[in-house]
């Protein structure tokens, strides 16, 4: 069974702060995604990394897929109170059919 | 954009009753999941199929059928719903390697 950790569960910081959130595993996978999700909606895709050691950016949102393509990271740069929600990876071992998905990290930006 | 609709965003159903969420996608994709999401507990699989009339159970399949007769529509059935299966239902559907989700529907079983 592969099994998604992320740290931390809860971040809380003031606006205009930089953060870390971690997406750590002992399986290799062949694709990882990170979602945000708000209160009461569906998580929405963020990016998808796909290849060890990738770097993609969106915006103020750098995330990185782990060269050995078992850790993933997400930074924010200057966090926003917009950028408050749930924040989910999810990885694809293999040719698996099902996503396996880390337990999530609640963000609060404070204004 | 992909588009993900599920039937209600909120329902209200009573022990007993047999409910049915449907969920549709426009964008032709061969699987689709059918999860729900608890505080404490995150997102769990309760079905999932990757072809017209093909199902496979996730990791918490009791008191939930699955129906999937078009390709593009999924739907989840409780047969007969108990206040334990109160909870926000998530549909998604993928290709390779993104996956989308739907709305969400907030189901309240009294």
């Known amino acids: 069974t592969q099994l998604l950790e992320q740290s931390p569960q809860f971040l809380s910081i003031q606006e205009g702060e930089n953060l870390t959130v971690y997406c750590n595993s002992s399986?290799?996978?062949?694709?990882l995604q990170w979602y945000r999700q708000e209160p009461g909606e569906g998580p929405v895709l963020l990016v998808t990394?796909?290849?060890?050691?990738e770097v993609k950016k969106l915006k103020r949102l750098t995330f990185q897929f782990g060269d050995a393509r078992k850790d993933s990271s997400l930074h924010i740069t200057a966090a926003q109170p917009g950028d408050t929600g749930l924040y989910l990876c999810?990885?694809?071992?293999?040719?698996?059919?099902?996503?396996?998905f880390g337990s999530g990290t609640q963000l609060t930006v404070l204004p | 954009d992909v588009k993900v609709t599920q039937s209600s965003r909120y329902l209200v159903k009573r022990t007993g009753e047999k409910v049915f969420l449907e969920c549709v996608q426009d964008?032709?994709?061969?699987?689709m999941f059918w999860y729900r999401q608890d505080p404490g507990l995150g997102l769990r699989l309760i079905y999932f199929?990757?072809?017209?009339?093909?199902?496979e159970k996730g990791d918490i399949p009791e008191g939930y059928s699955v129906s999937r007769e078009k390709k593009e529509r999924f739907s989840l059935i409780l047969e007969s719903a108990s206040t334990n299966q109160t909870s926000m239902y998530l549909c998604?559907?993928?290709?390779?390697?993104?996956?989308?989700f739907g709305p969400g529907t907030r189901l309240t079983v009294t």
């Open positions: 998604a559907s993928r290709r390779d390697y993104e996956q989308y």
């Open positions: 399986s290799v996978f062949s694709s």
């Open positions: 990394v796909v290849t060890g050691g």
């Open positions: 999810a990885g694809r071992a293999g040719s698996a059919r099902q996503l396996t």
């Open positions: 964008m032709d994709h061969e699987n």
């Open positions: 199929s990757y072809d017209v009339k093909m199902k």
